[in-house]
């Protein structure tokens, strides 16, 4: 299994241009999230999936949009970057446990680190 | 408004000495709490975790203190070994978010010097 991952590694975008980070995951997890993680402000959800066509924002979803069509795929677009989404971003995924309290436990890839000038 | 609370950036041990990270929520809804380490240019990996049921929860060298009334979690790591060094994060959720939603600190920046 490859777990998660993430492309590109790097980028670097001129204020106002579009992309999409790329994630997939091949361990056929429910839940998928997108985190940004700054200096300080530790890791902060951005938008977060729990199942195919069902997505929901998290703490600082503004500037971004996701979708979720399948169950391996969780792309997030930038639609207009501004230089305070430069960031590292990362993808995670989980899987409901057994149990009352299921299971948390998220798996994140390497992340995306990303330079808007 | 920061929900989960590391207000510890840095924290130096000496090797064989234990650790003892910090965590303080102010969210009464969370139940669910988790720490992951992460290494410069890696993803977080999870650590150990505990539910609002426990009050401690142990994994090898690492163990999970919940106090409830206080809001308060802390992590142990004894005895601290060189490979620790790395940032902590805890991080919290509450049971209905069923993995979906967690909410991270700040995170500790752990230096074990041998």
């Known amino acids: 299994n490859a777990g998660v991952t993430q ?16 994630c997939a995951q091949d361990m056929n997890h429910e839940y998928m999230s997108w985190y940004r993680q700054d200096p300080g402000m530790g890791l902060r959800l951005i938008h977060y999936s729990v199942g195919a066509g069902i997505t929901d924002q998290g703490e600082v979803p503004n500037g971004y949009n996701v979708s979720r069509s399948t169950t391996e795929d969780f792309p997030l677009r930038l639609l207009s970057a501004a230089p305070s989404q430069t960031s590292v971003y990362f993808c995670a995924s989980s899987s409901p446990g057994q149990g009352a309290w299921g299971s948390h436990e998220q798996y994140f890839g390497p992340g995306t680190r990303l330079t808007v000038t | 408004d920061q929900q989960v609370k590391q207000n510890s950036p840095s924290l130096s041990v000496q090797e064989g000495r234990i650790s003892i ?12 709490f988790l720490w992951y380490k992460k290494y410069p240019a890696e993803g977080p990996t999870f650590l150990i975790s505990i539910s609002s049921i426990k009050d401690k929860n142990e994994d090898g060298r690492f163990t ?12 142990h790591i004894v005895p601290s070994q ?3 060094s790395a940032v902590y994060f805890c991080a919290a959720t509450a049971f ?19």
């Open chain 2, 21 to 32: 990270l910090n965590c303080d929520y102010t969210n009464s809804m969370f139940d669910y």
């Open chain 2, 96 to 114: 209905y978010n069923q993995g979906g939603k967690l909410i991270f600190g700040q995170g500790t920046e752990l230096s074990v010097k041998p």
């Open chain 2, 64 to 75: 999970v203190f919940l106090n409830k009334s206080a809001k308060h979690l802390s992590l």
């Open chain 1, 7 to 22: 492309t590109p590694k790097f980028q670097v975008l001129k204020t106002g241009q579009s992309m999409t980070l790329q």
């Open chain 2, 82 to 84: 060189p490979g620790d």
